[in-house]
């Protein structure tokens, strides 16, 4: 009997023996992926430390603490935004939308991908998006990097997926010695391919523009006489009030304010939009038909407007806030018809607008065997 209760003793310790040791197990198992995957994020840049100066009229730029821009992952980003390997059948690039021969956006409206296939909207503008708090029209990119992934895997733009274009890349000894060279590694990963496309992406600034030369540099001949009262115009609550969203600082000018806003593009004449914008990412009734707004750099040369591209030029993007927009339930508290403003006070805001327009940073076109490759 003692000998059956000792043997009874000895199955239950060995039993609970088992039970101990398959729990450590278990509950090792997720923290040894989850530092597997946190090791897989944690790539660095290597190379030459880059400090990306803002020309005058902007800020410093933000930098992810995560992806300090290098000399080398610069180089890497910018051969990659020309790169048509990132798309299914290589005729598509970054640059294909977002041309620095078109103010960094395109022509077309709406943007044209893979195979002639049509998107919905209007590529909206590279310039300044470092300053961006969140990317695309409707904002579902929390950031550069996750922005730069989404038009390579969607079917209507570069049409093919991560997957495939990391094992293009790996296959090229090129790439691989430049991915080695810009993050210490020849393992190549999505992540370090748009962490590279960011970097280059945070490099195209635009400023020092007449305007900035005259309000920030306090040359008070860099303006003409028409675009100094358009500027006025512009920041006047009472006349133009386009300062409101695009935000004019005591130290520099990002002309966005970073947020969204239903200005009646896209509404027909019962007020019914043809794209919900914001409200398809948060289902906020207050971001029903809303958009983020736009930085003005450069905007003389970023025709077509709007996020449908519905209006071919400055004039006729004017003409749509002299109208007070199209109305519909949702329009911005802001939006009031302009069309007190005499046709001079019109001319001389465009003036202003066209002061916006400056020289853009070098190096930021297609390396010259790129370049040389796409005659």
Not at 77 to 97: K, P, Q, V, W
Not at 154 to 162: F, L
Not at 336 to 350: K, P, Q, T, V
Request: hydrophobic content about 40%; proline content about 6%; charged content about 20%.
């Amino acid at each position: 009997m003692r000998t059956l209760r000792f043997l009874s003793l000895i199955l239950v310790i060995f039993a609970v023996t088992l039970l101990i040791v398959a729990a450590r197990h278990w509950n090792a198992a997720p923290s040894t992926v989850l530092a597997a995957d946190q090791a897989a994020t944690a790539v660095m840049p290597v190379g030459k430390p880059l400090t990306i100066k803002p020309p005058l009229g902007l800020p410093a730029v933000p930098i992810p603490a995560d992806n300090p821009p290098t000399a080398e992952t610069v180089a890497l980003g910018r051969r990659l935004y020309y790169e048509g390997a990132l798309s299914g059948d290589g005729t598509i690039t970054c640059a294909s939308c977002h041309s620095p021969k078109t103010g960094f956006t395109d022509r077309n409206s709406p943007s044209i991908g893979v195979g002639g296939k049509k998107g919905t909207r209007h590529s909206p503008t590279v310039i300044n998006s470092a300053y961006n708090e969140v990317q695309f029209w409707d904002g579902r990119a929390p950031s550069l990097e996750e922005q730069a992934k989404g038009p390579i895997a969607n079917p209507v733009e570069m049409a093919t997926s991560h997957d495939a274009v990391v094992a293009h890349l790996q296959a090229d000894p090129k790439y691989v010695a430049l991915f080695k060279e810009a993050w210490g590694t020849d393992h190549i990963t999505i992540d370090l391919v748009v962490k590279s496309i960011a970097s280059f992406e945070r490099t195209v600034l635009c400023g020092n523009s007449a305007f900035d030369r005259f309000y920030y540099g306090h040359d008070k001949k860099a303006l003409s006489a028409s675009a100094q009262r358009g500027l006025k115009l512009f920041m006047d609550p009472k006349k133009g009030n386009c300062a409101v969203c695009h935000t004019i600082g005591e130290k520099y000018a990002l002309f966005t304010d970073n947020k969204f806003h239903n200005l009646g593009v896209g509404a027909d004449i019962e007020g019914k939009l043809n794209d919900l914008g914001r409200y398809d990412q948060t289902k906020n009734d207050a971001d029903y038909g809303a958009f983020k707004t736009p930085t003005l750099r450069n905007i003389a040369q970023r025709a077509p407007y709007f996020h449908d591209g519905s209006f071919p030029t400055l004039k006729d993007a004017m003409g749509h806030y002299v109208g007070g927009g199209n109305a519909n339930a949702h329009l911005d508290k802001e939006m009031h018809a302009l069309d007190f403003l005499s046709f001079d006070e019109r001319d001389d805001i465009l003036a202003f607008l066209n002061s916006l327009t400056a020289k853009m940073p070098a190096n930021l076109g297609p390396p010259a065997d790129q370049a040389n490759s796409a005659k």
